[in-house]
């Protein structure tokens, strides 16, 4: 806690700290005080520091147990990097898209907006994985 509070205008010591709060490393688990951090990170956070962020919630914690409070932080969060033009928050974004997640209905139009501005900056190969994946499903679905 002391490296948040002394540079509390540091993304990055508040980001490690929250991940100490989420996996109990050293201190008890909350998922409050984790949360609590990383919306103050959020301020000044850059857009892979975001994504990191929302890796923590989606991927090491919400995946094994639901928390919509924090899925829904992911999103936002996710969708800040995204609007920035950073490719891992828009293949991210797509991806809640398609499966629904973040309080984000499933939206198979969006998913391939976000997946397809992914691919726009280069190579991502997760993004080809991903349209090709969409583009299957909807041909399954037009059968």
Avoid at 19 to 27: H, I, M, Q, R
Avoid at 114 to 121: I, V
């Amino acid at each position: 806690m002391r490296a948040a509070a002394a540079k509390p205008d540091y993304a990055k010591p508040q980001i490690e700290i929250a991940a100490a709060y989420l996996k109990g490393w050293g201190v008890e688990e909350s998922r409050d005080e984790a949360l609590r951090l990383l919306r103050a990170a959020a301020s000044l956070a850059t857009p892979d520091d975001l994504c990191e962020m929302s890796h923590q919630i989606e991927y090491e914690v919400a995946g094994s147990d639901p928390w919509p409070e924090g899925m829904r932080e992911a999103e936002t969060w996710y969708r800040r990097a995204a609007e920035q033009g950073y490719a891992t928050g828009q293949f991210n974004l797509g991806e809640m898209y398609s499966k629904g997640e973040g309080g984000l209905q499933k939206n198979y139009e969006l998913a391939k907006f976000w997946f397809s501005k992914a691919a726009e900056g280069g190579d991502f190969p997760p993004t080809e994985y991903a349209l090709r994946a969409y583009w299957d499903e909807q041909q399954s679905k037009s059968k």
